[in-house]
Nanobody, 130 residues
Framework: QVQLVESGGGLVQAGGSLSLSCAAS????????IGWFRQAPGKEREGLSC????????YYVDSPKGRFTISRDNAKNTVYLKIHSLQPEDTAVYYC???????????????????????WGQGTQVTVSS
């Protein structure tokens, strides 16, 4: 059973950075792609980034560009998302997601659709103060 546990959220000041962690268990990591979504109050879930656990290939949302860095540590079964230059509009619940890599539609940025991801963590709250 796929389990994803996010951590690292909290209250941060605008302009700072934050690193979120996603601890994965219950599945063969190399067969999966793990990603990050977020959902702000009153808004739809938004895809941010994902990484293939097999070859480390990364994908990012086009905008805001350069604000997110995703990385993985296969030995620790953990994926990280670093968020740079945090702004109040980054306030949201951040979710870790996982899907078998062959099912992820990478072409045309379709992976940004939440409907393509089967497994979701419980989320971690990030609040950015101005």
């Amino acid at each position: 059973q796929v389990q994803l546990v996010e951590s690292g959220g909290g209250l941060v000041q605008a302009g700072g950075s934050l690193s979120l962690s996603c601890a994965a268990s219950g599945f063969a990591l190399d067969d999966y792609t793990i990603g990050w979504f977020r959902q702000a109050p009153g808004k739809e879930r938004e895809g941010l980034s994902c990484i293939s656990m097999d070859d480390g290939h990364t994908y990012y949302v086009d905008s805001p560009k350069g604000r997110f860095t995703i990385s993985r540590d296969n030995a620790k079964n953990t994926v990280y998302l670093k968020i740079h230059s945090l702004q109040p509009e980054d306030t949201a619940v951040y979710y870790c997601v996982a899907e078998r890599s062959f099912k992820v539609p990478f072409l045309g940025n379709r992976w940004l659709g939440p409907q393509f991801w089967t497994s979701w963590g419980q989320g971690t709250q990030v609040t950015v103060s101005s």
